[in-house]
T-cell receptor
Framework: SQQGEEDPQALSIQEGENATMNCSYK?????LQWYRQNSGRGLVHLIL?????REKHSGRLRVTLDTSKKSSSLLITASRAADTASYFC?????????????FGKGTMLLVSP | EAQVTQNPRYLITVTGKKLTVTCSQN?????MSWYRQDPGLGLRQIYY???????DKGDVPEGYKVSRKEKRNFPLILESPSPNQTSLYFC????????????FGQGTRLTVV
């Protein structure tokens, strides 16, 4: 079953601009994770934010989590062409005993030189 | 190097011919899982395993089998493949289920004709 839903489905920007992607979910979570996927390849973990955290940084990535709104955002600053990929949020649900990561359908990001 | 290795990367087979996709991880992770990725549907979990000899169904287990006889390996078995199982398959492992980051294999693109 789908839990996280990313928005927008696709995003096209110029190099140097910031990219913001959002994720909404429905039920209580233990943590929320963001992954990147280059075309047809395996997913790569970017960042994990726990339910008691509000913001986390990793290099050019900034993730926020608002548990009251059941939403998260991923900000990529100063985008590069190499950031072109699909980005997925994944949630660890309490009711699953944290046994399952449930993925959204992803945001496709295109960064043009 | 820490990694999850899937084989084969590409496979074309005929309806009804049993096949196995292998998955191996070298990180001593207890948790392993299989996903399939289809356009417009995102990643959906097929089966997961919390530890050796412990497996459970994910969201789309029909037509698949798994086994976990040893910690490092988690093969996905299609006893009688059908065209609707044409998909991109990913194996993943993590230290502690959905509480920690997941490491993904490179993917197996399966076509059933």
């Amino acid at each position: 079953s789908q839990q996280g839903e990313e928005d927008p489905q696709a995003l096209s920007i110029q190099e140097g601009e910031n990219a913001t992607m959002n994720c909404s979910y429905k039920t209580s979570i233990n943590n929320l994770q963001w992954y990147r996927q280059n075309s047809g390849r395996g997913l790569v973990h970017l960042i994990l934010i726990r339910s008691n955290e509000r913001e986390k940084h990793s290099g050019r990535l900034r993730v926020t989590l608002d548990t009251s709104k059941k939403s998260s955002s991923l900000l990529i600053t100063a985008s590069r062409a190499a950031d072109t990929a699909s980005y997925f949020c994944a949630t660890a649900l309490r009711h699953s005993g944290y046994s399952t990561l449930t993925f959204g359908k992803g945001t496709m990001l295109l960064v043009s030189p | 190097e820490a990694q999850v290795t899937q084989n084969p990367r590409y496979l074309i087979t005929v309806t009804g011919k049993k096949l196995t996709v292998t998955c191996s991880q070298n990180m001593n992770h207890e948790y392993m899982s299989w996903y399939r990725q289809d356009p417009g549907l995102g990643l959906r979990q097929i089966y997961y395993s919390m530890n050796v000899e412990v497996t459970d169904k994910g969201d789309v287990p029909e037509g698949y089998k798994v086994s976990r006889k040893e910690k490092r390996n988690f093969p996905l078995i299609l006893e009688s493949p059908s065209p609707n199982q044409t998909s991109l398959y990913f194996c993943a492992s993590s230290l502690s289920g959905a509480r920690t980051e997941a490491f993904f294999g490179q993917g197996t693109r399966l076509t059933v004709v």
